[in-house]
């Protein structure tokens, strides 16, 4: 089984792209070339996905994606990348969840430009 890991504000270079999974209400069809269209009930579509052979499947910085994933205990880890900057204003990583999600650090790494990436892992 494939691990389905979150990642928020990371940057993937053309060199490290493979096939990816498109989330979508409106879109029939994806113009991208390597790219299945995921539509209906994510909580059902993920795990089939999951069962599937390959790399680990990665979620970028899709909050509402993840409200849907993270109550159903379908994300098995999660990157956030902090970025020293306030801004006043903005969306929450999580809008929408309505129960308490509880998270394990299994890792930091801070960088020169004072960007820090902290690991969690979901706690039952």
């Known amino acids: ?3 389905l ?5 990371s940057v993937m270079t053309t060199n490290e792209r493979r096939s990816e999974g498109r989330v979508s209400r409106t879109m029939d069809e994806p113009s991208w070339e390597n ?8 909580a059902d579509e993920v795990p ?6 390959g790399d680990q499947l990665v979620l970028m910085g899709s909050g509402s994606i993840a409200a849907q994933l993270a109550p159903e ?9 902090v970025h020293p ?9 999580f809008d929408g969840v309505k129960e308490r999600l509880r998270f394990k650090q299994t ?18």
């Open 1 to 3: 089984m494939r691990n």
């Open 5 to 9: 890991l979150l990642v928020f504000n």
């Open 35 to 42: 790219t299945r269209l995921i539509k209906g009930n994510l």
């Open 48 to 53: 089939k996905l999951k069962d599937e052979p």
């Open 73 to 81: 205990g379908l994300i098995d880890e999660f990157q956030i990348i």
């Open 85 to 93: 900057v306030v801004l006043g204003a903005g969306r929450t990583m």
């Open 107 to 124: 890792g930091t790494r801070s960088f020169a430009n004072g960007n820090v990436l902290i690991s969690y892992v979901p706690m039952p």
